[in-house]
């Protein structure tokens, strides 16, 4: 079938980057659902796609987006059809900035009446802190946990699961506003490395003690500060690089950013106890869908029992996505940024 999107078609500035237009959809698998979108979520990985830094990202011209909102109105022949006109938040490699959405049954979840903009935050960015502190890893009473971007998407998300896991939480952000919206979201200590060297500041904080995990989706030189905050026995968790996307001079910035990571010898980090980890949930819904299904419904439920809040960046009619763009990669918005058709 045939719908609306907006395609990648160049890399650059979010006012000459996309273009809206007629694509046609691939047949529908045996496995998998139509949803007709009201709405998608952008995430800080379509930035870097569109600066031509994301590896996964399809060649162009594409259709980035990972998740959706909307209505089931098709199904393949191993889906249940009790699906058909619910309303659901589905995770989508790719292709969510269309009126019409391809995915697999195990991508989607029920949604009720949640409010859009919360429903998709549960989603790629949902999934992913729930997988990273509750499913592969899990937080513990007790331990230090340094969150990096604390106020975005998944780092908000992060506060609250480490503080319900009994830990105490460190919370890295770059400016006033989103340290007390991390402070409302109960982190004990916010930290704007905008102001000050967040390793200094966390080193005065808990003297001899160690971070006993780090949440990075930053990369570059916060990954030798992080190491050299850790404890025996803790972990960093990898999952993102949005420090690469600061770089101007193309090849020479991303080998100035492996550059600022240092080397790592398996060896030493054995002998030290120290475990380094990388999540890519794009990986993980490919190989173990049980899996994401799972986190997605732990996360809705969670919402749904009133543990977790989600933050609202910001909601944009569809003709705004250059300006919602534009937002997400300053760096300056908080919670997840949602666009309506």
Request: glycine share 10%; proline share 3%.
């Given at each position: 079938?045939?719908?609306?999107?907006?395609?990648?078609?160049?890399?650059?500035?979010?006012?000459?980057?996309?273009?809206l237009?007629?694509?046609?959809?691939?047949?529908?698998?045996e496995?998998?659902?139509?949803?007709?979108?009201a709405s998608?979520?952008?995430?800080?990985?379509?930035?870097?796609?569109?600066?031509?830094?994301?590896?996964e990202?399809p060649?162009?011209?594409?259709?980035?987006?990972?998740e959706?909102?909307?209505?089931?109105?098709?199904?393949?022949?191993?889906?249940?059809?009790?699906?058909?006109?619910?309303?659901?938040?589905?995770?989508t490699?790719?292709?969510?900035?269309?009126?019409?959405a391809i995915?697999?049954?195990?991508?989607?979840?029920?949604?009720?009446?949640i409010?859009?903009?919360n429903?998709?935050?549960?989603?790629?960015?949902?999934?992913?802190?729930?997988?990273?502190?509750?499913y592969?890893?899990?937080?513990?009473?007790g331990e230090?946990?340094?969150?990096?971007?604390?106020a975005?998407?998944?780092?908000?998300?992060?506060i609250?699961?480490?503080?319900?896991?009994?830990a105490?939480?460190?919370?890295?952000?770059?400016?006033?506003?989103?340290q007390?919206?991390?402070h409302?979201?109960?982190?004990?200590?916010?930290?704007?490395?905008?102001?000050?060297?967040?390793?200094?500041?966390?080193?005065?904080?808990i003297?001899?003690?160690?971070?006993?995990?780090?949440?990075?989706?930053v990369?570059?030189?916060?990954f030798?500060k992080d190491?050299?905050l850790m404890?025996?026995?803790?972990?960093?968790?990898?999952?993102?690089?949005?420090?690469?996307s600061?770089?101007?001079?193309?090849?020479?910035s991303?080998?100035?950013?492996?550059?600022k990571?240092g080397?790592?010898?398996?060896?030493?980090?054995?002998?030290?106890?120290?475990?380094?980890i990388?999540v890519?949930?794009?990986?993980?819904?490919?190989?173990k869908?049980?899996?994401?299904?799972?986190?997605?419904?732990?996360?809705?439920?969670l919402?749904?029992?009133?543990?977790?809040?989600?933050?609202?960046?910001?909601?944009?009619?569809?003709?705004?996505?250059?300006e919602a763009h534009?937002?997400?990669?300053?760096?300056?918005?908080?919670?997840?940024?949602t666009?309506?058709?």
């Open positions: 079938m045939k719908t609306t999107a907006y395609s990648l078609v160049k890399k650059g500035k979010a006012e000459q980057a996309f273009q237009n007629e694509i046609e959809l691939p047949a529908l698998k496995n998998e659902v139509i949803i007709e979108v998608f979520g952008i995430n800080y990985a379509d930035v870097m796609a569109r600066n031509g830094l994301y590896r990202a060649p162009m011209p594409c259709v980035l987006g990972y959706v909102v909307g209505t089931v109105i098709e199904v393949g022949k191993l889906v249940d059809t009790s699906i058909l006109q619910k309303r659901v938040v589905g995770f490699r790719f292709g969510g900035y269309a009126k019409h995915t697999t049954k195990d991508a989607i979840v029920e949604i009720g009446d409010p859009t903009s429903a998709l935050s549960l989603a790629t960015q949902g999934v992913t802190a729930y997988y990273m502190a509750n592969s890893f899990p937080i513990r009473a230090n946990v340094l969150i990096h971007a604390a975005g998407g998944v780092g908000t998300l992060l609250q699961l480490s503080k319900q896991a009994g105490t939480v460190f919370a890295k952000v770059s400016s006033a506003e989103k007390e919206k991390c409302s979201l109960g982190a004990d200590y916010t930290i704007n490395y905008k102001s000050m060297d967040y390793q200094d500041k966390i080193e005065s904080l003297g001899t003690k160690r971070i006993d995990v780090s949440f990075n989706p990369g570059g030189d916060t030798k190491r050299a404890g025996f026995g803790s972990r960093m968790v990898l999952f993102g690089g949005s420090q690469l600061e770089g101007r001079f193309g090849i020479f991303q080998l100035n950013f492996l550059r990571m080397r790592i010898i398996p060896a030493f980090m054995m002998m030290q106890s120290k475990s380094l990388g890519n949930m794009l990986k993980i819904a490919d190989s869908p049980e899996v994401l299904n799972h986190c997605m419904k732990e996360m809705v439920k919402y749904q029992d009133g543990k977790i809040v989600t933050e609202n960046g910001g909601e944009y009619a569809h003709s705004s996505l250059a534009t937002l997400l990669e300053s760096g300056k918005s908080i919670g997840k940024i666009i309506h058709w």
